[in-house]
């Protein structure tokens, strides 16, 4: 059997078929497959029972493309051109090139989604920047994805062809562990994230930036009425990634909630907790944000700046701390603890370069602090934070760009001048 590879991946072994196959041209050096070459297949399909294979001169460099379900699915076969602005050099992380690429190969629980709106998140730029590690360039990223269906897969039962839907900063599992059969998916070992990552078969997974996704149905969330897609977008990474966190901890009436770090995911961090009726105390470091942090909606605001006991007026007051810094420099970690009524939980939201700062042991023990992490988090929690965004009017404060403008964008999250979220509007279709 034949080996084909994706830039950056494994080799992927050919699927044999008994039914029927077709042989695609590829372009020279380019890896992307001619889209006259699938219009083809289609057409001759839609006029006959039987599908001959396509052939090509024997000069030609040439892949043998093969499908195991046969002749029934490529009446099925879309027409999408994905296609996405992509960076090629993580030495050059805010120049973007339009490329076309290859999606995921279908499968009949998956829907596909033609992308309207993409917000712009903080770990887009750790990932190709290479603040995280390495990327496998070339690479689209962006994963606070809305749209509208275009297809979908014959086994998926809650979701139709025309409906409004979002794809957050996961796209598989493994659909068979503990943590994927107790709505813990964000969870599972084996997870795949919308970007950067790879499938079983090798196809690299690529974001937003782009035409159009797919995805398993399990995780694309179907956007209610009353929330708009541009308002959505941001929603799907960094408003679930604190409203998982508030929520699994018991966020609600009678509470007292910090939240640490006022940006992009501190914005909503403030909105979903005073939606779920806690009381909200905002912690920045000067005042240039007090203005925008009253306007959210928190009770109280405390500027630390360089005051190196501002902690002490709040010890054991918090039931719940959430921190979105996205820096780890000089955080003062053990004074953020004390802050913590007994049992309290400090969870970490942000995901800072640099690791956190040493603790002794000793910082837990006089409140019992609770240190823990969140991965944004499931579809249970995802329509449940759409639904109260609905029914609370809950609108992120978000700055429209088209997707050509992805350079601005991302530099501007870069240099930490975002309002708090960038969306990107399509403009490639």
Known sequence: M??????GGPPIPARSNKKCQFTCLEQSGGGGVYKSAIEAVVRLNSTSTLLPSIEASPSTDLH????????????????????GYAVKDGSKWDEFEVMEYQPKNWEETDVEIA???CGVCGSDVHTINGGWGGAPYPLVVGHEIVGKVIRVGSQVKDIKVGDRVGVGAQISACYDCRACNSNNENYCPKQTDTYGHFYPDGIKTMGGYSTAIRANHRFVFPIPDGVESRHAASMLCAGLTVYSPLSRNGCGPGKKVAIIGIGGLGHYAILFAKALGAEVTAFTQSDRKVKDIEALGADHIVITGNDANFH???????????????????MPLAEYLSMLWVNGKFIVAG????????????ALLPNGANLGGSHIGSKVEALAMLQLAAEKGIKPWIEELPMKDVGKAIRGVFQNKARYRYVLTQDLV
Request: proline share 8%; aromatic share 8%; with cysteine.
């Open 2 to 7: 034949s080996k084909r590879r994706t830039e």
């Open 64 to 83: 043998s493309v093969q499908h195991s379900e046969g002749i029934q699915n490529y009446s099925k076969m879309s027409e999408t051109v994905f296609k």
């Open 115 to 117: 992308i309207t709106h």
């Open 312 to 330: 002490k007026p709040y010890d054991r007051q918090f039931d719940i701390i959430v921190c979105t810094r996205d820096s780890s420099r000089d």
């Open 351 to 362: 995901l800072p370069d640099d690791p956190l700062p040493p603790i002794s042991a000793f």
